[in-house]
């Protein structure tokens, strides 16, 4: 029996058959040329019925190109359109226009014939398909979807490849529905979609590999066979699928997997073993830690923190030292992951030879909170190596362990001032206020960065004997300690670095008068309302919101008409932060700017806008009233729906009277107001709301 690539090709008595009479295409004679063109119909259909229509493809393609007689590539450009949608006598008995509708050039035509193919595929004429397979093609999109959903169902399995090339389409409905169609397909199409794995397109294996992972379970069996194919890349997604698919069957044959010879199908095995969380593959995975690629390393060491495998806490130490950075950082991650089950081996392995080893054990100690290590820790405060005392403190902060406050407060003397930035960070995030002298000190570090630190701890402690020296770090060389510094005082609330914060508004560097702004606006600092107007100026946006972020907070109302005149900032951030100030002043004069607000472009503007009228509250509903008979549509609108916000009973009547409003969309605000209010549906006709308000005010 032949293979089925062999039927498939052309035989060679076949391919002199068709040299022959392409050859009389070229005639002088018309009757021969003639008689040529129908005899290669005829050879052309008779051939595509035995299944030949991919090689007379390839083979009348090659003719076309190679030809040098014009007049024989004009008459096979002709007779292409059989090979193209694969015609067979089967389908022109039952369709004897079937070429002729395929290539109208209008789409209902086209349309109709691509129904009449899906019937007859139905009705098990599988011959069907290579036209809507062709049709996939087409220049039409409403086409290509149609073809693709009939292919998926009529279950056309030979349809696989080209639907898988459809995924790629630039229509998202061609798309979705040759999704569609794959998984319709299902268990036909898994071993055609194995076979698309190692297809020299990158795009359709892909596409097939997604296909598998939709089928799901039904093509797990097959994928595990497909972990043995000749071909790596079959190997390779055949073992990513299975991780995708959480297929618990393939745990064993992905284990046999780590020993492949590709690097790429390791990596995938690896990954496929973490995803589906397999702990009975721990030991292999821990034997992959050493495999020679640094890329199936990552993969193993991921794939251990996955399924937190307490047993491979030691090798993922050793891993520690691994000379790929990314593999020691997956090696550390995986350790997190483990959590306090690895507390211990990682406390020995703070006295490891290897400094990385050390300072990543200290680093991954720190971040699963391990107390029982911060004896350890604090000794490590005074290892030789700089980044392993800077992880230690850095540990030592996230554990916030207290008896670490004095070695700490030592540690800020350290020689390294990247380890002393750290040790500062620690400090303020335990709020320790034993510190705040050393911390007081620290501010005159030679370090810029560890100034910043120092500042920032400060704030957090909430150090109010820090005062002084924060206002003298206002006026820091660095522009990020002054910054930090305006933040500390804001923090305290020290109503003693007023003025020193409003002069830091004309510092030179933006991110400072922001934080001066910010922090002038928690004192609460009523003596800075002018120079905070004078900021909603500023020419950096985030100054300007702050600005009036904190005008709104110290409850400034002689701030309302800078306020009202920032709702038309070019900024959203800025026009928002007016409007939220407006709401927290609860200036009424504002209600008319806010109501206009109502329409911005921008949707959080929008919102503030509707939550400063409903803060205002009653003391918006008359002007919000008296707005409903604004000359502007907008505004008119704007009030009816902010008094439904309000719900407040004294709208009613005059809502009611925008019943007769002329414009149909402030009529409708009006109506979904007084349901808002009263509770009542009596839909947009004014007298019958008015007969329910005279009925109401009789009781």
């Not at 226009?97 to 209008?106: A, D």
């Not at 009277?657 to 349901?675: I, P, T």
Request: with cysteine; proline share 3%; aromatic share 4%.
């Amino acid at each position: 029996m032949l293979p089925a690539q062999q039927k498939s090709a052309l035989s060679d008595a076949q391919k002199r058959k068709l040299d022959t009479l392409i050859g009389q295409l070229g005639s002088d004679d018309f009757i021969t040329r003639k008689q040529a063109v129908t005899a290669l119909k005829k050879l052309l259909i008779h051939l595509n019925g035995l299944g030949k229509t991919e090689a007379l493809r390839a083979y009348l393609e090659q003719k076309t190109e190679s030809s040098k007689d014009a007049q024989i590539r004009e008459y096979l450009e002709r007779l292409w359109v059989i090979v193209r949608f694969g015609v067979t006598d089967v389908l022109l008995k039952k369709l004897p226009n079937l070429l002729k509708c395929l290539t109208s050039p209008l789409k209902e035509t086209r349309l109709e014939e691509l129904r009449r193919l899906e019937d007859l595929g139905r009705k098990g004429v599988s011959d069907a398909a290579k036209p809507l397979m062709a049709l996939l093609d087409d220049e039409d999109a409403d086409v290509r979807e149609a073809a693709a959903v009939a292919l998926g169902d009529i279950k056309a399995k030979e349809a696989v490849k080209p639907l898988l090339a459809a995924l790629e389409d630039e229509d998202d409905d061609v798309r979705e529905a040759a999704a569609k169609a794959l998984r319709k397909i299902e268990q036909e199409a898994v071993q055609p979609l194995i076979a698309a794995l190692k297809d020299d397109n990158w795009c359709v294996r892909e596409g097939a590999a997604n296909a598998l992972q939709r089928i799901g379970q039904k093509a797990v069996k097959p994928l595990i066979e497909a972990l043995k194919d000749d071909n790596w890349r079959v190997r390779d997604a055949a073992a990513s699928v299975l991780g995708k698919i959480r297929a618990k069957e393939a745990v064993k044959p992905l284990i046999a997997v780590l020993k492949d010879e590709n690097a790429d199908v390791r990596y995938a095995a690896a990954v496929a073993l973490g995803n589906i969380k397999a702990k009975e593959a721990a030991n292999s995975l821990i034997a992959t830690l050493k495999d020679e690629d640094d890329d199936v390393r990552y993969a193993a060491a991921v794939a251990l923190g996955n399924i937190k495998a307490k047993e491979a806490a030691n090798s993922l130490i050793a891993t520690l030292k691994d000379e790929d950075d990314d593999v020691r950082e997956a090696a550390a991650k995986a350790l997190r992951k483990i959590g306090q089950e690895a507390a211990k081996p990682l406390i020995e392995a703070l006295k490891d030879d290897n400094w990385r080893v050390r300072y990543g054990a200290a680093s991954v100690l720190g971040k699963i909170r391990a107390k029982e290590a911060v004896k350890p820790l604090i000794a490590v405060l005074k290892d030789e190596n700089a980044d392993v005392r800077e992880e230690a403190a850095k540990a030592l902060g996230y554990i916030k362990a207290k008896e670490a406050v004095q070695p700490l407060i030592a540690a800020l003397k350290d020689e390294n001032a990247d380890v002393r930035e750290e040790v500062a960070w620690a400090l303020g995030r335990m709020g320790a206020k034993e510190a705040v002298k050393a911390l007081i000190e620290a501010l005159k570090d030679n370090a810029a960065f560890v100034r910043y630190e120092a500042a920032s701890a400060l704030g957090s402690i909430g150090a109010k004997e820090a005062v002084k020296p924060l206002i003298a770090a206002l006026k820091d060389e660095s522009a990020g300690v002054r910054e930090e510094a305006a933040e500390a005082l804001g923090y305290i609330k020290a109503r003693e670095a007023v003025q020193p914060l409003i002069a830091a508004l004309k510092d030179e560097n933006a991110d400072v008068r922001y934080e001066a702004a910010k922090a002038l606006g928690h004192i609460k600092a009523k003596e800075a309302v002018k120079p905070l107007i004078a900021a909603l100026k500023d020419e950096n946006k985030y100054v300007r919101q702050e600005a009036a972020e904190a005008l709104g907070y110290i409850g400034a109302k002689e701030a309302v008409g800078p306020l009202i005149a920032a709702l038309k900032d070019s900024k959203w951030r800025v026009r928002k932060a007016a409007a939220v100030a407006l709401g927290d002043i609860k200036a009424k004069e504002a209600v008319k700017p806010l109501l206009a607000a109502l329409e911005d472009e921008g949707w959080d503007v929008r919102w503030a806008a509707k939550n400063a009228l409903k803060r205002i509250g009653q003391e918006a509903v008359q002007p919000l009233i008296a707005a409903l008979k604004d000359k502007d549509k907008y505004i008119r609108q704007a009030a009816a729906k902010a008094l439904g916000e309000i719900k407040v009973k004294e709208a009613v009547k005059p809502l009611i009277e925008v019943l007769k409003d002329e414009n149909k969309y402030v009529r409708y605000a009006a109506e979904e107001a007084l349901e808002k209010i009263t509770g009542k549906d009596l839909g947009c006709l004014h007298d019958d709301w008015l007969k329910w308000w005279r009925k109401q005010k009789k009781k």
